[in-house]
Structure formats: C-alpha cells, structure tokens
C-alpha cells in the first residue's frame, strides 16, 4: 500500500474541488481576439478535466493512470461501458423521436379522465414501465416537456408531477443492467451476469418504487398538489402525437430483441457493446433510409417548404393537442425546445423537429459559450454550414433530431471520473479506503450492505454524480483484503440500489439525469431551487435506501 504523502494530498483535494465545481458550476466572462466577448463554464464538463490536466502538470498522476482510465483495470472496461450506453440511447432516443412516449401518456391521460389522483398513479406507473425499458433518460427528456404541458393546460400546480416524474424514471432504471450507467460499472466491476443483475434487483426495484410512491402520495396528500378532480374537458387525440407509426414499431421491436440478444449472450462472456452497437448500426441505417424515402415521396416537408414559423416541433404538437383538449390560457408563453446537455451553460433554444447547428445545440459538450454580438470568426464559413445542416435536418429529420439528445457529454465527464479515481488508486487513498471498509463491516455481510448503501447514496451528492460514487466504491471494495465473495456480492446489489435511489436526492449533480432535468425546466421557464429539491426528495429518498437495503439484506440472507 502506497504511504501517504503530500502528492496523495493534493490529489483528494483537487478530486473533491472537481465535485464542488460540478455541483455549482462558475461562469465568468473574457474578451479574445476574434471570438470578442466570450463566457467561459468551470463545470461539469471542463472542472474533471482542469483537475487532471493540474495533476498531471503537478506529477500526482501519470500518463498510465490516464491510460487506465480510458482503457480500464479490475475488469471494468470503460470504453465498453460508454459505447454501450450511447448505443443504447441512440435506439431509445430516436424510439422517442417517434413519438410513442407521448401518445402512451395522451392514452394514459384520457384513461384516467379527471381523477387527479388517478391520473397521478397512472403517470407514476407509466414511467416506471417505460424507465425499465428505456433507462431514466428518454423519460426525463420526453416527460419533463409534456408534464410542464400538462400541469400548465390543467392549472395544476407542477412541483408534485415533476417530483414523482423524477422519482419514478431513476428509480426503474435499476432493474435492466443498461437502465444506467451505474449499472453496467457494477456489471463489469463485480462481473455480474446481465440477467443475474436483474434477478436481484427487481425485489428492491419493486419495493423502492412502491415506497416511493407512498412517501409521494403522502407528502403531497394536499389538493392544492393533486386535487380530486382536474379541470379536463375533453380527449387527447392519441394519434396526432405519434408523429411516425413505421419508426415506432420497427424502432421498438429492435430495442426489445437487442435486449433480450444481450441478456442470452451474456451467459458467454462476450463483451456487450459487441452486441449492442451492431444494432444502433441497424437503427441508423433505417432512419436514413426511412427518412429519405419519406421525404422523397412528400410524407415529410421538403426544405425549400419549410421556414421557423411553420416548423412544428413534437412539444408544440403537445401543446396544441392540449390546448384544444383542455382549454389551456392561450398566454401562456412558449417555452423552447428541451436541451440533451447535462448542464444549464446556456440559455440558448433548441427545437426538436428541425435541429439547430452543431454550435448551439449541446453546450454541455463545451467549456465556454460566445455571447458578443461582435463579428465572429468565419462567418461566411459558418452560415453556409448552418444552410447545408438546416437541409440535412429537413431530409433526415429523426437522426438530426436524436444527435443533439444524445449523451455525449457523459464521455469526457466518465473517462475524467475514471482516470480521477485511477489517481486516487496511484496515491494510496482506495487502499485506505478499503481498509477502513474492512474494519468498519469487519468483513461481514450484513453491515457490508449497510455501509456500501448509505455510503452510495451519500457520494451520489459530493463524489461527482453516481457514476462517480459507483466507480470509486467498486474500486474499494475490489481493494478490500480478504473480503469474502459473499460479501462482495452483497456489496455490488446494495450498490445497484443506492446508485440508482441516490439520483433522487438533495443535489441535481446526484446524477447526470437530474442535471439534465433541471436544465430542462430551466428552459421551460421552471426554477426549482436546490433546498426545494432536497426538501421534496427527503422522504422517498429515506424511505426507499431503508427499504431498499432491507430487502437486498433479506436476499443476501437467503442466498448465502
């Protein structure tokens, strides 16, 4: 075990710094040549990365740390993991684009009627069905935009719909091992078989989700929160929202037999992206394909017959199905299009249907943001490259709507957290830490349990998201010494749980997911505050790591 020295000081420091600056990103502004006046983020995407960057100028890591981070040690792959999951949200994403979400929640909605409390269960039950499938991300993209829609169309207060949209998309995400990316580090860490995965977490899903729920009907009993009855006054046209019924179904029926492919494969040990990226490779070709023969043939609007104001993106569909559905205050004022980005650098719109450039449409992917109005380098250039994307856009309208949602910021934040923790493994501190988990459980697996959940759910908030917090606590307990295989095991389902749980927690950066959301009613013209956030999250977030980790304690008990 490495003696620890100055070096190792440095580096827990400047790991707990990179926390700080993703949890309350920094903005300031400087003026450079060519580009005028020009704000630059220390944030989720750039803090991780300035941490390692200093580290490395200071000796604290090295270049094999940096090596290990990408490529990966103790079984976890992390260029696996990451090729995986944006495949997979690829397939989801553009399943979305379709418009199946929002007509099952227009179906859910005219099964419910006017029955607020109804109403408030159905949603809960609906995204919990499409989160298990789909993973949290595709709901919180597509069920942030139509609950703001809805609640404002219904005179509904939001908090309370919002909150149960929120609790519900992570919560579901921990039973298929592609739900999140917490799940396939565990996976690989622990080397977890894929269907094994969710044989042990679909008795805590089912108890936290059911917990949930109570703690959120609970706290929101008031009828100011959920009344009775809705001011509804007629049906949403289920239909109208399903923008391409072909995409739709060939788009499911993919995803379904990608999954199941991987859950039979992974009795052989072959790595998953193997599997899974082959398939994004099928959906892609059929959306160019699908799309092209749809615009040749006039069911998609050419781009010469196109222009911003007859663009009609998918949440204003929502809206104007609302609308005539609901009779919704024709002054409520639009809000733009939700972002893919993880962060709330900008304030800049995007649409949906008809895609903005490349510059403005994932300001997550970027450090800094021009906001001068000065001449700005390459104009011309610029311009005509917006032209050729606005046409691409029009021709293939369900790729160049999925690219901005697309999680590519969650690549250069994952390879920053592994090559971080890789340093912190350098610098002695995960032997450390395992040897305080050894002593703290002495090995047994009970308390194991205990301290790996309530230690998940702590450093969801202050470790750098869940990702972060997975991947440290992996590491740990891979280091402990002698630590008995049961142990472990109990160890990585109690993970699952609280990695998954720990999202619905005090601080947005307790997960990508939350950054995202926040970023999304930001745009909506929603502010949530960070204490109303934690406020709210209190009680099912209690409830569900108690009960969570009661049940994991009882399967553990049973199995070993």
């Known amino acids: 075990m490495s003696e620890i020295d100055r070096f190792s000081i440095v580096t827990l420091v400047f ?20 580009l005028g006046r020009t704000r630059f983020t220390i944030g989720l995407m750039s803090a991780p990365i300035i941490a390692i960057a200093i580290l490395w100028a200071a000796q604290c890591i090295g270049a094999s740390q940096i090596r290990d981070g990408i490529v990966g040690t103790d079984s976890i792959k992390p260029y696996n993991i990451l090729i995986l999951f944006i495949s997979l949200a690829y397939m989801a994403i553009t399943l979305d684009v379709s418009g199946i979400l929002q007509a099952a929640a227009f179906w859910v909605s005219n099964k419910g009627g006017n029955n607020g409390r109804k109403l408030y269960l159905y949603f809960y039950l609906l995204l919990t069905c499409i989160s298990m499938v789909v993973g949290n991300d595709p709901v919180i993209l597509s069920g942030t935009a139509f609950l703001v829609y809805y609640t404002a169309a219904t005179n509904l207060e939001p908090m309370a719909w919002l909150i149960s949209e929120f609790a519900a998309a992570n919560t579901a995400s921990m039973v298929l091992f592609v739900g999140n990316p917490t799940n396939v580090v565990i996976c690989e860490g622990f080397r977890i078989n894929n269907a094994a995965f969710t044989a042990y977490t679909i008795l805590p899903f089912l108890a936290c989700s059911i917990a949930a729920y109570a703690a959120l009907a609970f706290q929101f009993r008031s009828p100011r929160h959920v009344p009775a009855k809705l001011n509804a006054t007629g049906k949403l046209n289920v239909r109208e929202v399903l923008r391409d019924p072909v995409g739709a179904c060939f788009g499911g029926a993919l995803l379904a037999t990608c999954l199941i492919v991987v859950i039979v494969v992974s009795f052989f040990h072959i790595d998953v992206w193997k599997i899974v990226l082959p398939f994004a490779g099928v959906k892609f070709i059929f959306d160019l394909s699908w799309d092209h023969y749809r615009y040749s043939t006039g069911r998609i609007p050419k781009f010469e017959e196109k222009n911003v104001s007859e663009a009609i993106a998918e949440e204003e569909v929502v809206a104007s199905a609302l609308k005539r559905a609901m009779t919704m205050p024709e002054d409520i004022e639009r809000p733009s299009t939700f972002d ?18 490349p510059e403005t449409v994932s300001p997550s992917s970027q450090s800094l943001s021009t906001v001068s109005t000065e001449p ?22 369900t790729f160049f709507t999925a690219l901005p949602r697309l999680p590519f910021g969650l690549i250069p934040f994952a390879f920053s957290q592994f090559i971080l923790i890789e340093g912190l493994a350098r610098q002695g501190w995960i032997d450390v830490f395992a040897t305080w988990l050894v002593k703290a459980s002495h090995r047994q697996m009970i308390p194991t349990i205990w301290l790996i959940g309530v230690l998940g759910v702590i450093l969801c908030n202050v470790a750098g998201t869940n990702i972060g917090a997975t991947i440290l606590l992996t590491k740990v307990v891979h280091a402990a010494p002698d630590f008995p295989a049961s142990s472990a095991r109990a160890a990585a389902i109690a993970l699952a749980v609280s990695s998954n749980v720990g999202a ?21 013209g929603i502010t949530i505050k960070q204490t109303t956030f934690a406020f709210w999250n209190s009680l099912p977030i209690l409830m569900m790591t108690v009960i969570g980790l009661a049940v994991v304690t009882a399967e553990m008990v049973v199995l070993y």
Request: glycine share 2%.
């Open 15 to 34: 790991f707990f710094l990179s926390t700080i600056f993703v949890i309350h990103p920094v903005s300031f502004h400087v003026r450079l040549p060519l």
């Open 504 to 524: 619905i927690s005090f601080t947005f950066s307790a997960s990508l997911a939350g950054l995202l959301w926040k970023s999304i009613l930001g745009q909506k």
């Open 340 to 357: 893919s980005s993880a962060t709330t650098t900008s304030k800049q719109p995007l649409t949906t249907e008809k895609p903005v450039p």
């Open 376 to 397: 700005q380098l390459l104009t011309k250039q610029r311009e005509k490259f917006d032209l050729i994307y606005r046409s691409l856009s029009a021709h293939f309208p």
